[in-house]
């Protein structure tokens, strides 16, 4: 994989929003909507939408669509910042594969997920534009940036989650505050994944990235307790 796929990935992964565009059924005007998204553990957004939505109709006419990942939140110039529009084909996705990822990342859609006009759809991207400031620009293929999962990793998943949130909440505030310097309390782990894990606190979502690429639980679980000993460390200087 290439370091610039390397970089979408990071940020497909660490958003949790992003800017739909679809074509309008019709006139073939192009329509824009603000959307929520998950990510399977591939790092292919899934998103949960509507039957009645706009965006939705523009899709069952044509699954032609865009993806804008905004990563410049918080930047005093935003133009410095890094975006990515993925661009290709909407697809209604089984929700088994798409529901629990979602409803970590956005526990709030509990409440209609199993209303009979909501669907999973992933986004099967044939390509993506990097903006990663000025004169960083780049297109790559989503070859480069979609990745296989590691079996092992991907069937513990839930289990290393729980585990986290319940018994080790200490460990999660702890990279949050002192390693992606995030304030506030209640920060739980929401997924976890080869190259890091998703971190949610109420609407607020943050990335911890491993050092290296972890295949396994018992590798997630050494770079999640190397991480907790910098994090106290620096808690302690």
Same mark, same amino acid.
Do not use: C
């Given at each position: 994989?290439?370091?610039? +796929? /390397?970089?979408?990935?990071?940020?497909?992964?660490?958003?949790?929003? $992003?800017?739909?565009?679809?074509?309008?059924?019709?006139?073939?005007?192009?329509? #824009?909507?603000?959307?929520?998204?998950?990510?399977? =553990?591939?790092?292919?957004?899934?998103?949960?939408?509507?039957? *009645?939505?706009?965006?939705?109709?523009?899709?069952? =006419?044509?699954?032609?669509?865009?993806?804008?990942?905004?990563?410049?939140?918080?930047?005093?110039?935003?133009?410095?910042? #890094?975006?990515?529009?993925?661009? +290709?084909? *909407?697809?209604?996705?089984? =929700?088994?594969?798409?529901?629990?990822?979602?409803? %970590?990342?956005?526990?709030? /859609?509990? %409440?209609?997920?199993?209303?009979?006009?909501?669907?999973?759809? %992933?986004?099967?991207?044939?390509?993506?534009?990097?903006? #990663?400031?000025?004169?960083?620009?780049?297109?790559?293929?989503? !070859?480069?940036?979609?990745?296989?999962?590691?079996? $092992?990793?991907?069937?513990?998943?839930?289990?290393?989650?729980?585990?986290?949130?319940?018994?080790?909440?200490?460990?999660? +505030?702890?990279? /949050? $505050?002192?390693?992606? !310097?995030?304030?506030?309390?209640?920060?739980?782990?929401?997924?976890?994944? /080869?190259?890091? %894990?998703?971190?949610?606190?109420?609407?607020?979502?943050?990335?911890?990235?491993?050092?290296?690429?972890?295949?396994? $639980?018992?590798?997630?679980?050494?770079?999640?307790?190397?991480?907790?000993?910098?994090?106290?460390?620096?808690? #302690?200087?």
């Amino acid at each position: 994989m290439s370091t610039i +796929g /390397a970089s979408v990935r990071r940020l497909i992964r660490g958003q949790d929003r $992003a800017s739909l565009a679809t074509v309008l059924a019709g006139d073939g005007t192009p329509y #824009a909507s603000l959307v929520l998204y998950a990510t399977l =553990a591939d790092a292919t957004p899934v998103l949960l939408l509507s039957n *009645l939505a706009e965006h939705t109709k523009n899709l069952k =006419a044509d699954p032609r669509a865009s993806l804008l990942v905004d990563g410049t939140a918080g930047l005093a110039d935003p133009l410095t910042g #890094a975006r990515a529009t993925l661009v +290709g084909r *909407l697809e209604e996705v089984d =929700a088994s594969l798409a529901q629990p990822r979602y409803l %970590a990342r956005h526990p709030s /859609a509990e %409440a209609y997920v199993s209303f009979g006009d909501f669907r999973f759809y %992933a986004l099967k991207a044939a390509r993506a534009h990097l903006v #990663a400031g000025f004169g960083r620009i780049h297109w790559i293929d989503a !070859g480069e940036i979609i990745e296989a999962p590691p079996k $092992a990793l991907v069937e513990r998943e839930t289990d290393i989650v729980e585990h986290m949130n319940e018994d080790h909440a200490e460990a999660v +505030g702890l990279y /949050a $505050a002192r390693l992606l !310097g995030r304030g506030g309390d209640g920060w739980r782990m929401s997924g976890i994944d /080869a190259e890091g %894990a998703d971190l949610r606190r109420e609407g607020e979502v943050t990335r911890l990235e491993f050092s290296t690429r972890v295949e396994d $639980a018992e590798a997630a679980r050494r770079e999640l307790v190397r991480l907790v000993k910098e994090a106290r460390a620096k808690e #302690a200087s």
